[in-house]
């Protein structure tokens, strides 16, 4: 098993790697680094073009993941992405021929245009690391991580994720358009390579990295930062504008990636701005508020906000 300082070397060179391909999004790739980590999937919802899939692809590369790209279209079926088997007629029998999902990272490209009934084996995919073809429950291949990504502004032949779907991704996170200084060193990068593709190189693989999700485990929770987390997920429940709060999975949420960011910055225990940072990508896709508040985007922020400035910080000494 590795130990901590290994985890932070090493996580480090991925993040750099696939910022030869992705400019000006360090805070972002940490954070999707240390969800890898965690073992958690991620939701991506951001506007065309600005590089979910770029950031699926060069982190499997760079993670030296199999890696497979689903389309997600209203006609698609769940057969097309855990496939089926398939009537052999030289052998006379039926072979199985697994779909793209047996792979260690999935791109799920506009996940919320496929029907609630693809959505469903993805769900389980998601939850139990396995997909049932024909009654029989077959595993996926380790570590397993699904990248989903939606538009938030195009609603026209979509599906809402339905919130038990929403609660299995461990973050949802947006890219945001890059500044100024970005675009150019974006535009100049293509003009010095002279090709689309950036050819990076692979940091780690599939063992390896399991090793350090192991590593991860070891770091050390004190037991009022657990109290923090309990009551940061408490205070959801009982908000005013809040119809559903969050769950315990959520808490789940926030230990797995406290410890994946202790792990990223070296640290063998977690302090509270370890928490503080993933309070919005843990919670933002977890809480349902009140019908009245639906139309207003910023509330939800703000009850994550009012959640954090209520609840006491432990002092960890």
């Not at 890898?36 to 993941?65: M, N, Q």
Request: proline content about 5%; cysteine-free.
């Amino acid at each position: 098993m590795a130990d901590i300082s290994k985890v932070s070397t090493i996580s480090k060179q991925v993040i750099a790697e696939v910022e030869r391909a992705v400019v000006g999004k360090r805070a972002l790739l940490e954070m999707m680094m240390a969800s890898v980590l965690a073992g958690g999937h991620i939701l991506l919802e951001d506007f065309p073009g600005l590089g979910k899939t770029l950031i699926a692809r060069s982190f499997a590369k760079a993670l030296g993941l199999d890696f497979k790209r689903i389309q997600f279209t209203p006609d698609l079926l769940p057969g097309d992405i855990t496939g089926g088997y398939i009537f052999n007629r030289v052998k006379n029998k039926f072979e199985l021929r697994k779909g793209p999902l047996f792979a260690n990272i999935i791109l799920a490209d506009e996940i919320n245009r496929a029907s609630p009934k693809t959505q469903s084996a993805l769900l389980e995919a998601m939850q139990e690391g396995q997909v049932t073809i024909e009654g029989e429950s077959l595993p996926l291949p380790e570590p397993f991580l699904v990248l989903a990504t939606q538009n938030p502004i195009e609603y026209e032949g979509t599906f809402p994720l339905p919130e038990a779907q929403l609660d299995r991704f461990m973050l949802k996170l947006t890219v945001g358009y890059p500044n100024l200084e970005e675009e150019k060193l974006i535009l100049r990068r293509r003009r010095e390579r002279r090709q689309d593709e950036v050819d990076l190189r692979e940091i780690t693989k599939a063992k390896q990295l399991l090793e350090l999700r192991e590593a991860v485990e070891t770091i050390h929770v004190d037991a009022d930062l657990e109290n923090y987390i309990a009551s940061l997920v408490l205070a959801t429940r009982v908000d005013r504008r809040v119809a559903v709060g969050a769950s315990p999975r959520g808490s789940l949420a926030f230990l797995k990636m406290a410890r994946a960011n202790a792990a990223l910055d070296g640290r063998d225990f977690i302090i509270p701005d370890d928490i503080k940072r993933y309070s919005t990508s843990v919670l933002g896709h977890r809480i349902i508020l009140q019908p009245e508040y639906w139309m207003a985007r910023s509330v939800t922020d703000d009850v994550i906000r009012d959640s954090i400035e209520k609840t006491p910080v432990p002092v960890i000494k």
